[in-house]
C-alpha cells in the first residue's frame, strides 16, 4: 500500500517559493515602470519548463552564483501565477477576468507549460465561449502564427464557416492583418454570398488606406494603385465568376482598375458567354454547408413520435444517420413551447383568433440562444446583424414570466444611435406557470417602434422607450438587474397606465430584472395549402 501526501507536498513547494535564503535565480518580467523581479531555483525551473532550461543554459551567473532571465513579454501578474503553478502545480483563475486567463494560457504556451495551456485552451472554449467570439481579432491573430492551440483553431474555424457574419461583421474584422483575412478567403466553405466577401474585403481594403476619399468616383489613378497594392493577394481568391453578372456590374464594375484589363474582360466576358474559356483562373464556387443544427429549425407541428422512414421538414435522412434518438427530439427552444409559437405566428398576421398548432403558417429558426452563445450584448449583434422578422424571448430570473418582441425590421449592426419606424412590430409576454394569460402590445408610434444603441457592450434589444429593453451594465445579461419593461402608473389620474410607443405594458411592474435566459428565432413563412384558424 502506498500513502500519497500531495497536498502536503504542494504547500511545501509553495511555501519554499517564499524562501529567499537559497535561491540562485532571478527573473525579471514587465517593462519599465511595470517591471518586476521574482526569485526562484534553477531545479524547479529546470524540470518544470523546457523553456527555463534552455534559458538557463545560455545565462552566465554573477559572483554570487545568481543567474538572472529577463523576459519583457510576460506581465508581473500573469509570471506570479505561473510562478505559483510551477512550484505548487495550483492555479486558481476564480477571480481573473477572462482576458487575463486568455493571457496566462498564451504566456504559459510560450514558457513550453503545456499542461497548464491546454488546460486553459479547454476551460476558454467550455465555458467562455462568448468572450471568444467577440473578441475574435485578438484571440485568432495570435493562435494563427502557431503550432499549438488546435482546440482553438479549429473552434475558430468552425465560426468562420458556419457564422461568417460574426467575423465580417463585427469591430474586429477591420484590424485583421493581411495573413489572417487571406486564410479566410482560401476557405471554400464560407457560409456567405459571394458579393458580400467582395464587399467586405474592398471596406478591409479601403480601411488600409485612410487617406481615400469616401465617393470612389473621386480617386485618382494613384488612389486606385493604392487600392490594388492593398489588395493584390486576396484579389485572386475572391470567386468574381460565381457572382451574378448585374451584381458584377453594379458592385464590382466601379473598382474594375484594381482587377487588370485581363480580369475583368474574362468577368464579362464569362458572365455574357459562361461556356467559353477564359484566360483568368476560375476557382470553384464555395460550398455553402448548413449553419445551423437540425434541431435550430423546427416547425410547429408536434414531431412525430416514430420515425420509422418519414421524415418531418426538420430532419433528413442524413442527420438521421448523424443524430442520437435523444438529439432529434431535443425541443425547439428552452423557452417557449409549440402553443407559444402558435400563438406568436397569430399575432404577426394579426388574426383574432389562434392558428391551430397543426397550421400554423411558420416555422421557427434559432438564430442565437444565450445558454449556448452567451450573453454578451455584442453577441446579440453580432449574430442577429442581418437577420428580419425575428422574435426575441426572455426569460425572467426568479419568476415564470416569459417577455419579448417580434421586429420585423433588419437588425443592423451599422445603424447604431437611431430610431427605427415600423408599424408591425410588438412586444408581449406569454401564459407559463402561474402567469395565466398572455399579453399582447401593438406599437402605437411607429417612429420609435425600436432603437438600435450605439453602445453595443451594454444594450441589446431595444423596443421603444424600453418599453421592452436588454441592458447590462457588466456586458451579461444574466448578471445584473440591468434589463426592463418600462410603463408609467400614474395615481394622481385614476391609477392610469401610460405607455410611450406600445399599447399596453407587459409586467404588472416596473422593476429592473435580469434574464436566466433568451432566444432570437427568425420566423420564416410556409408554403402550404390551407391555414385554418380555430
Given at each position: 500500500?502506498?500513502?500519497?501526501?500531495?497536498?502536503?507536498?504542494?504547500?511545501?513547494?509553495?511555501?519554499?517559493?517564499?524562501?529567499?535564503?537559497?535561491?540562485?535565480?532571478?527573473?525579471?518580467?514587465?517593462?519599465?515602470?511595470?517591471?518586476?523581479?521574482?526569485?526562484?531555483?534553477?531545479?524547479?525551473?529546470?524540470?518544470?519548463?523546457?523553456?527555463?532550461?534552455?534559458?538557463?543554459?545560455?545565462?552566465?551567473?554573477?559572483?554570487?552564483?545568481?543567474?538572472?532571465?529577463?523576459?519583457?513579454?510576460?506581465?508581473?501578474?500573469?509570471?506570479?501565477?505561473?510562478?505559483?503553478?510551477?512550484?505548487?502545480?495550483?492555479?486558481?483563475?476564480?477571480?481573473?477576468?477572462?482576458?487575463?486567463?486568455?493571457?496566462?494560457?498564451?504566456?504559459?504556451?510560450?514558457?513550453?507549460?503545456?499542461?497548464?495551456?491546454?488546460?486553459?485552451?479547454?476551460?476558454l472554449i467550455e465555458t467562455k465561449a462568448s468572450w471568444l467570439r467577440t473578441h475574435f481579432s485578438l484571440v485568432y491573430r495570435s493562435i494563427f502564427v502557431s503550432n499549438e492551440f488546435k482546440d482553438l483553431k479549429?473552434?475558430?474555424?468552425?465560426?468562420?464557416?458556419?457564422?461568417?457574419?460574426?467575423?465580417?461583421?463585427?469591430?474586429?474584422?477591420?484590424?485583421?492583418?493581411?495573413?489572417?483575412?487571406?486564410?479566410?478567403?482560401?476557405?471554400?466553405?464560407?457560409?456567405?454570398?459571394?458579393?458580400?466577401?467582395?464587399?467586405?474585403?474592398?471596406?478591409?481594403?479601403?480601411?488600409?488606406?485612410?487617406?481615400?476619399?469616401?465617393?470612389?468616383?473621386?480617386?485618382?489613378?494613384?488612389?486606385?494603385?493604392?487600392?490594388?497594392?492593398?489588395?493584390?493577394?486576396?484579389?485572386?481568391?475572391?470567386?468574381?465568376?460565381?457572382?451574378?453578372?448585374?451584381?458584377?456590374?453594379?458592385?464590382?464594375?466601379?473598382?474594375?482598375?484594381?482587377?487588370?484589363?485581363?480580369?475583368?474582360?474574362?468577368?464579362?466576358?464569362?458572365?455574357?458567354?459562361?461556356?467559353?474559356?477564359?484566360?483568368?483562373?476560375?476557382?470553384?464556387?464555395?460550398?455553402?454547408?448548413?449553419?445551423?443544427?437540425?434541431?435550430?429549425?423546427?416547425?410547429?407541428?408536434?414531431?412525430?413520435?416514430?420515425?420509422?422512414?418519414?421524415?418531418?421538414?426538420?430532419?433528413?435522412?442524413?442527420?438521421?444517420?448523424?443524430?442520437?434518438?435523444?438529439?432529434?427530439?431535443?425541443?425547439?427552444?428552452?423557452?417557449?413551447?409549440?402553443?407559444?409559437?402558435?400563438?406568436?405566428?397569430?399575432?404577426?398576421?394579426?388574426?383574432?383568433?389562434?392558428?391551430?398548432?397543426?397550421?400554423?403558417?411558420?416555422?421557427?429558426?434559432?438564430?442565437?440562444?444565450?445558454?449556448?452563445?452567451?450573453?454578451?450584448?455584442?453577441?446579440?449583434?453580432?449574430?442577429?446583424?442581418?437577420?428580419?422578422?425575428?422574435?426575441?424571448?426572455?426569460?425572467?430570473?426568479?419568476?415564470?414570466?416569459?417577455?419579448?418582441?417580434?421586429?420585423?425590421?433588419?437588425?443592423?449592426?451599422?445603424?447604431?444611435?437611431?430610431?427605427?419606424?415600423?408599424?408591425?412590430?410588438?412586444?408581449?409576454?406569454?401564459?407559463?406557470?402561474?402567469?395565466?394569460?398572455?399579453?399582447?402590445?401593438?406599437?402605437?408610434?411607429?417612429?420609435?417602434?425600436?432603437?438600435?444603441?450605439?453602445?453595443?457592450?451594454?444594450?441589446?434589444?431595444?423596443?421603444?422607450?424600453?418599453?421592452?429593453?436588454?441592458?447590462?451594465?457588466?456586458?451579461?445579461?444574466?448578471?445584473?438587474?440591468?434589463?426592463?419593461?418600462?410603463?408609467?402608473?400614474?395615481?394622481?389620474?385614476?391609477?392610469?397606465?401610460?405607455?410611450?410607443?406600445?399599447?399596453?405594458?407587459?409586467?404588472?411592474?416596473?422593476?429592473?430584472?435580469?434574464?436566466?435566459?433568451?432566444?432570437?428565432?427568425?420566423?420564416?413563412?410556409?408554403?402550404?395549402?390551407?391555414?385554418?384558424?380555430?
Amino acid at each position: 500500500m502506498a500513502f500519497k501526501f500531495f497536498d502536503k507536498l504542494s504547500q511545501d513547494f509553495s511555501e519554499l517559493l517564499n524562501d529567499k535564503k537559497e535561491y540562485n535565480v532571478i527573473i525579471e518580467v514587465g517593462r519599465k515602470e511595470n517591471k518586476k523581479s521574482f526569485t526562484a531555483h534553477s531545479v524547479f525551473l529546470r524540470y518544470r519548463s523546457p523553456y527555463f532550461d534552455k534559458e538557463l543554459e545560455n545565462v552566465t551567473a554573477n559572483k554570487n552564483h545568481i543567474k538572472t532571465i529577463i523576459n519583457q513579454r510576460t506581465s508581473a501578474q500573469i509570471f506570479e501565477i505561473i510562478l505559483k503553478y510551477i512550484y505548487s502545480g495550483n492555479v486558481n483563475i476564480e477571480n481573473i477576468d477572462t482576458k487575463t486567463i486568455y493571457e496566462l494560457m498564451f504566456n504559459a504556451n510560450e514558457l513550453e507549460l503545456k499542461e497548464l495551456s491546454r488546460k486553459l485552451e479547454s476551460y476558454l472554449i467550455e465555458t467562455k465561449a462568448s468572450w471568444l467570439r467577440t473578441h475574435f481579432s485578438l484571440v485568432y491573430r495570435s493562435i494563427f502564427v502557431s503550432n499549438e492551440f488546435k482546440d482553438l483553431k479549429k473552434f475558430y474555424h468552425d465560426i468562420i464557416v458556419k457564422y461568417p457574419n460574426l467575423i465580417f461583421e463585427s469591430g474586429d474584422f477591420i484590424p485583421l492583418q493581411r495573413t489572417e483575412l487571406i486564410s479566410i478567403l482560401k476557405r471554400d466553405d464560407l457560409n456567405v454570398e459571394e458579393i458580400k466577401i467582395w464587399d467586405y474585403v474592398l471596406k478591409w481594403g479601403i480601411t488600409q488606406n485612410p487617406t481615400l476619399l469616401a465617393d470612389s468616383r473621386e480617386w485618382s489613378k494613384e488612389n486606385f494603385k493604392a487600392l490594388k497594392i492593398t489588395l493584390r493577394q486576396c484579389l485572386p481568391l475572391i470567386r468574381f465568376f460565381h457572382i451574378p453578372g448585374e451584381v458584377i456590374l453594379e458592385k464590382v464594375k466601379p473598382y474594375k482598375k484594381i482587377l487588370g484589363e485581363q480580369l475583368w474582360d474574362d468577368i464579362i466576358q464569362h458572365s455574357i458567354s459562361p461556356n467559353k474559356s477564359v484566360t483568368s483562373l476560375i476557382l470553384p464556387a464555395r460550398i455553402v454547408s448548413n449553419s445551423e443544427l437540425p434541431s435550430r429549425i423546427v416547425s410547429t407541428p408536434e414531431f412525430p413520435s416514430r420515425v420509422n422512414g418519414l421524415f418531418s421538414s426538420v430532419v433528413n435522412k442524413e442527420h438521421v444517420a448523424e443524430l442520437s434518438p435523444s438529439r432529434v427530439t431535443k425541443p425547439f427552444s428552452n423557452i417557449i413551447n409549440k402553443e407559444h409559437a402558435a400563438e406568436l405566428c397569430s399575432w404577426i398576421d394579426r388574426k383574432s383568433t389562434f392558428y391551430s398548432l397543426e397550421n400554423s403558417p411558420y416555422e421557427f429558426r434559432l438564430i442565437l440562444q444565450g445558454s449556448r452563445d452567451g450573453f454578451h450584448p455584442k453577441t446579440f449583434w453580432n449574430m442577429c446583424n442581418g437577420y428580419a422578422g425575428t422574435i426575441v424571448v426572455a426569460k425572467v430570473a426568479g419568476t415564470d414570466e416569459i417577455v419579448g418582441g417580434y421586429n420585423p425590421l433588419a437588425w443592423d449592426i451599422s445603424k447604431g444611435g437611431r430610431d427605427m419606424k415600423t408599424n408591425d412590430s410588438f412586444i408581449f409576454s406569454l401564459k407559463n406557470g402561474n402567469i395565466q394569460n398572455s399579453i399582447l402590445s401593438q406599437v402605437k408610434y411607429s417612429n420609435k417602434a425600436l432603437h438600435y444603441s450605439n453602445k453595443q457592450d451594454i444594450y441589446g434589444p431595444w423596443f421603444g422607450d424600453s418599453e421592452f429593453i436588454m441592458k447590462s451594465d457588466v456586458s451579461d445579461f444574466t448578471r445584473d438587474k440591468r434589463c426592463q419593461c418600462n410603463f408609467i402608473h400614474s395615481p394622481l389620474l385614476g391609477n392610469l397606465v401610460f405607455n410611450f410607443n406600445y399599447e399596453k405594458p407587459i409586467r404588472k411592474t416596473n422593476l429592473l430584472f435580469s434574464i436566466v435566459d433568451y432566444e432570437v428565432f427568425k420566423v420564416i413563412k410556409k408554403q402550404l395549402p390551407n391555414c385554418s384558424i380555430r
